[in-house]
């Protein structure tokens, strides 16, 4: 079935379902495009890619889907480059380096792609729509973007994040629970006073605010789309329920985690990036703990880490992978991405009429 509101509506989609904007090469144009052409809206996580990346990737997108799809960004926040904390994380890394037998790589010329030349390139694709987070996009570029038909969408983590995006001028607002995989999007006060259930956060946004609110964290099933829409949300932003579809990019050992996943517990944690982040617990993250308080900033932590987790990724070693899952990460389920859309419809279909 259909659920039209004024959100499907405006964003130009038969379903309201999202798939969350999971950067670092999961969000492949397969996938994002079979979520699209299959009446939601796929999203092209874009926040670690270079300019041309992401040019292409919108394109390899468009050649295979006529429907609108996202691009998301990370809004840039200010960081340190600490040299004591780099070298004191380091020295612990290269624990790790000797284990999967890699050495230490040179510094990095540059910790996170140029966003002004990232923007640019989404700004003149002329993509149906734009998302971001960790922060707010400025009103200029938010009015650049709806002046040339892109609707805006921001994300945010409290019911004041939300007012701050909507006085910006954004169409619309993701609220992210706190049961969400992945980075935390806070970026007004500490991301500790963010981590507000999506069950009580959504209702206090969709009340705070005069914009369409998309529900995400924790949402895996047509129960949590039910339970999404009962609350308030026009639609619901789903990550982990499309990690493991078979056009995603997540490494082969990301997916078995998340199949296999049962009471593994999920954890939030600066080890891998710098950046509070919930994922599956594992032996990189245990190990880290410690040197938390002390590890550089992100997008610095997240720079020299980036090996360890590719050839954990190549070695199919999960201890060292960042695992990033949602709270109801052992809800997830292997099939194609349109067999998802349509099993998600049918179950919302089947729980609002039960």
């Not at 969000?27 to 994002?32: A, G, H, N, Q």
């Not at 840039?76 to 890394?93: H, K, M």
């Not at 996170?112 to 149906?128: I, K, L, R, T």
Request: net charge negative.
């Amino acid at each position: 079935m259909a659920l039209q509101n004024d959100l499907t509506r405006r964003l130009g989609i038969e379903h309201p379902i999202i798939q969350a904007p999971m950067a670092g090469g999961t969000t492949t144009p397969e996938l994002v495009a079979a979520v699209s052409n299959s009446g939601g809206l796929g999203s092209i996580g874009a926040g670690y890619m270079a300019p041309d990346a992401i040019a292409e990737a919108i394109d390899r997108t468009r050649a295979l889907t006529n429907r609108p799809f996202a691009v998301n960004l990370f809004i840039p926040g200010a960081f340190s480059l600490n040299t004591d904390a780099i070298e004191q994380a380091n020295a612990r890394l290269d624990r790790f380096r000797d284990e999967l037998a890699i050495e230490r790589p040179e510094p990095p010329t540059r910790y996170a792609p140029p966003f002004d030349d990232q923007f640019e390139v989404v700004a003149q694709a002329g993509v149906a729509v734009f998302s971001f987070t960790f922060g707010q996009l400025d009103a200029a570029r938010i009015a650049r973007l709806r002046a040339a038909g892109t609707v805006v969408i921001g994300t945010a983590t409290t019911v004041a994040e939300a007012r701050a995006l909507a006085n910006e001028g954004v169409d619309m607002i993701v609220a992210q629970g706190s049961e969400a995989g992945g980075h935390r999007g806070t970026f007004l006060g500490t991301f500790e006073q963010a981590l507000i259930g999506t069950m009580a956060l959504v209702p206090q946004v969709v009340d705070a605010v005069d914009v369409p609110v998309i529900a995400s964290g924790g949402i895996m099933d047509g129960r949590g789309l039910a339970a999404a829409t009962a609350l308030g949300a026009q639609a619901a932003q789903m990550g982990s329920a499309f990690l493991t579809c078979r056009e995603s990019g997540a490494k082969p050992a990301h997916k078995k985690a998340l199949l296999d996943a049962g009471d593994r517990a999920t954890v939030v944690t600066r080890a891998f990036s710098g950046k509070p982040a919930r994922g599956l617990a594992n032996r990189f993250i245990t190990e880290m703990a410690p040197l938390e308080p002390e590890l550089p900033d992100y997008p610095v932590q997240n720079a020299w880490t980036k090996d360890i987790r590719a050839a954990a990724g190549n070695a199919e070693d999960d201890a060292f992978m960042s695992l990033w899952a949602g709270q109801a990460a052992s809800l997830a389920r292997s099939m194609d991405a349109a067999e998802l859309v349509d099993t998600l419809m049918r179950e919302y279909d089947a729980c609002v009429r039960g």
